[in-house]
């Protein structure tokens, strides 16, 4: 076994589900006689390596140069199906971010390899890998196995565990050979909400569904958000009302989160809702309506005015926080 | 213009999920199935080059016979040709791309679309398999698209943000929601896609990479805990944070 993590970094940081991605390929190698091979493409990842090697992987494959700066499809797709093949690797890891998802299937497809999307648990059972991933945004999940002979899966973020290992890793530059044609596609620019966290990636979410009564009430789940560090989620009939951006969404046809924590204020728990965050880890719910099927799904509820509610929960955090 | 838009007919995303007797997929009995969200998207903005550029706008469906109820929305929104890849069997992302692929390269369109993903198998793969099997580029997950002569440039959604990206036709797009606002399809096209004729295409035999072993329902969780019924309660949930969550 042999697994080749790749390695997401924007602006001279890693992502850390890229991380998670590279511990999970560690304690699967660890158990199963297996070798894990990293590889970062970017612009200057020299600050980077140091972090890099602190997670189990037993080489770092890098490539670095300016032109690598920001992603391209094709480039990046090139680069990575060549280390593919140079190492003999089996088993790649991404992480299901929307560059690892954007990246994947083009593997896929170039190695003729299957390719299992948004993986949430991934354990070994005589020699298969199976494993388990999300249908229908939560509805459902399905266990499944790959029967081609390199095997690509991308896991979700905030799944699998961070974990330190302390393995010297051999480090290696690779200089691809690219034309001008590689680079048909390009990311020309960045555009960041500065400060915002997105639902995707955020260790706790504070989501405002109807029960918010409009737009204007907003500032009340920002300013809870910015307590706790968390990301603002918003539910699809507040989407659709126009009172939050679509970025925000977190449901099927929106995104689908599994945070440590997830606070819903004013959210009944329509069953497109519920989908797309049930595998949260703890769930809050805070809601005048006791009926309100959110309830079924929270390990601790407030039965009670958001308008109401959330000052006080902000006051006393302020106070327990000492802000 | 050449423009393709290939749709999936999913349960609509009120449907609950029951699993079916064979344990692997789910029971269909009951729910209401639609064109996916997502190719809603896809189609409009496909018609939409299409009154910019002039040209021909085909649609592509794989499945059993019930997905020409998708092809028939799609008409009824105005597209111009419907193409329906017969098979009965359940197929994976990687054999559902390479049927269209076929009927790809003798379309050889300028532009092919699809949604982000379908609201089933969320996988998300499809279109950019299909987009590496013709080996053009592809840029998924858009909001905004703008085609200058060859030259594409796209607005895609990424974490916190968002990025631009450039490129040349032809190129496979995935639409996110937010791109445009799907018209409704208006009675004279509703009534005039019943009668439309549909081109079906016998599909080839494909191998799939996945297999599927199980599905099964998330576990329920025990019954939560109500911390109180007002503003009261809110010291009894900074103390679940600290003590019991310990994430404050």
């Not at chain 1, 599994?258 to 769930?283: D, E, F, R, W």
């Not at chain 2, 076929?102 to 969320?122: A, H, T, W």
Request: glycine letters at 6%; one cysteine or more; proline letters at 4%.
């Amino acid at each position: 076994m042999k697994i080749l993590v790749y390695i997401e970094q924007r602006e001279n940081s890693i992502k850390k589900s890229s991380l998670e991605a590279l511990s999970y390929a560690n304690l699967l190698a660890s158990s199963n006689n297996g070798e894990v091979v990293a590889v970062i493409i970017g612009g200057d990842l020299n600050n980077q390596l140091n972090e890099l090697s602190k997670y189990g992987a037993n080489k770092i494959i890098v490539c670095q140069d300016p032109k690598f700066e920001k992603y391209s499809s094709s480039a990046y797709s090139k680069i990575l199906i060549d280390i593919i093949k140079k190492e003999n690797a089996n088993i790649i890891f991404l992480s299901a971010t929307s560059l690892g998802k954007d990246l994947a299937p083009r593997l896929a497809a170039k190695l003729d390899a299957g390719l299992c999307s948004d993986c949430t648990s991934i354990v070994i059972e005589n020699n298969d890998m199976i494993i388990t991933r999300p249908v229908y945004a939560g509805k459902a999940l399905i266990d499944v196995k790959l029967k081609s002979e390199i095997k690509i899966y991308t896991l979700r973020p905030n799944v699998f565990p961070l974990k330190e290992v302390t393995i010297n890793a051999q480090k290696e530059e690779y200089k691809p050979e690219l034309t001008d044609l590689d680079f048909i596609s390009f990311v020309k620019e960045i555009t960041l909400s500065k400060g915002k966290k997105d639902v995707a990636e955020a260790d706790i979410i504070v989501t405002g569904g109807r029960g918010m009564k409009g737009p204007e009430h907003f500032h009340l789940i920002e300013e809870l958000a910015d307590l706790l560090g968390a990301a603002v989620g918003a539910s699809r009939s507040v989407v659709d009302a126009g009172w939050r951006p679509h970025s925000e969404q977190v449901g099927q046809t929106g995104k689908t989160v599994s945070p440590t924590l997830y606070i819903a204020c004013g959210v009944s728990g329509a069953i497109q809702h519920i989908a797309g965050m049930s595998s949260s880890k703890h769930i809050i719910a805070i809601n005048k309506d006791k009926d309100a099927p959110i309830f079924q799904y929270a390990d601790y509820g407030i039965v009670g005015d958001v308008f109401e509610v959330l000052p006080e929960l902000i006051k006393e955090l302020k106070v327990f926080l000492g802000k | 213009m050449k423009i393709a838009v290939c749709v999936s007919h999913v349960p609509d995303t009120t449907s609950k999920i029951i699993v079916g007797q064979d344990g692997k997929n789910i029971d269909p009995n009951g729910l209401t199935f639609i064109i996916n969200p997502y190719d809603e998207f896809a189609v409009e903005e496909a018609l939409r080059l299409k009154e910019k550029f002039t040209g021909e706008v085909v649609v592509l469906s794989v499945g059993k016979d019930f997905v020409k109820e998708s092809i028939k929305k799609a008409y009824a929104m105005g597209v111009d040709k419907g193409i329906w890849i017969k098979t009965e069997a359940e197929l994976d992302s990687h054999s559902t791309a390479k049927l269209l692929v076929e009927q790809l390269n003798i379309i050889k369109p300028d532009i092919i679309l699809f949604g982000k993903q379908s609201i089933d198998y969320d996988s998300g793969q499809v279109g950019i398999l299909v987009a590496e099997m013709l080996n053009i580029p592809s840029v998924s997950v858009v909001t905004k698209l703008e085609i200058n002569d060859n030259k594409v440039s796209c607005e895609r959604e990424i974490e916190g943000g968002k990025e631009t990206v450039e490129t040349k036709l032809p190129v496979v797009i995935t639409a996110q929601k937010g791109l445009n606002e799907p018209r409704y399809p208006n009675l004279k096209g509703i009534m005039a896609a019943k009668s439309k004729p549909i081109q079906e295409v016998a599909s080839t035999s494909v191998e799939n990479k996945i297999e599927i072993l199980k599905m099964k329902k998330p576990e329920s969780k025990s019954k939560g805990r109500i911390l109180g019924s007002d503003a009261s309660a809110v010291k009894e949930l900074i103390n679940v944070l600290h003590n019991e969550l310990k994430l404050v």
